[in-house]
Nanobody
Framework: QVQLIESGGGLVQAGDSLRLSCAAS????????MGWFRQAPGKEREFVTA????????YYADSVKGRFTISRDNARNTVYLQMNSLKPEDTAIYYC?????????WGQGTQVTVSS
């Protein structure tokens, strides 16, 4: 079973940037597309972005397109989320997981809070 550990969240002001990291245990990381998801208070978890196994293709929710960038380092079993021009509506707990069908157990996530 793969364990996911997200980090890098924090409290920032609107317009600031943050870089999230997600470290995955196990040797199968490079075999899967990876994604970031987020859950705001009182809302369901939603898709944010995904990246293919080799990183050639990326996909973004319309709400973050042009502001967020996903990347991965298969040698380090890590996926990243660069978030620029943050908005208060980006406030949520951010999680990483498989980007395609199926999910591993969710990690604890990392809290991102954007003040106006």
């Amino acid at each position: 079973q793969v364990q996911l550990i997200e980090s890098g969240g924090g409290l920032v002001q609107a317009g600031d940037s943050l870089r999230l990291s997600c470290a995955a245990s196990g040797r199968t990381f490079s075999s899967y597309a990876m994604g970031w998801f987020r859950q705001a208070p009182g809302k369901e978890r939603e898709f944010v972005t995904a990246i293919t196994r080799t990183g050639v293709r990326t996909y973004y929710a319309d709400s973050v397109k042009g502001r967020f960038t996903i990347s991965r380092d298969n040698a380090r079993n890590t996926v990243y989320l660069q978030m620029n021009s943050l908005k208060p509506e980006d406030t949520a707990i951010y999680y990483c997981n498989r980007g395609g069908p199926g999910r591993w157990d969710w990690g604890q996530g990392t809290q991102v809070t954007v003040s106006s």
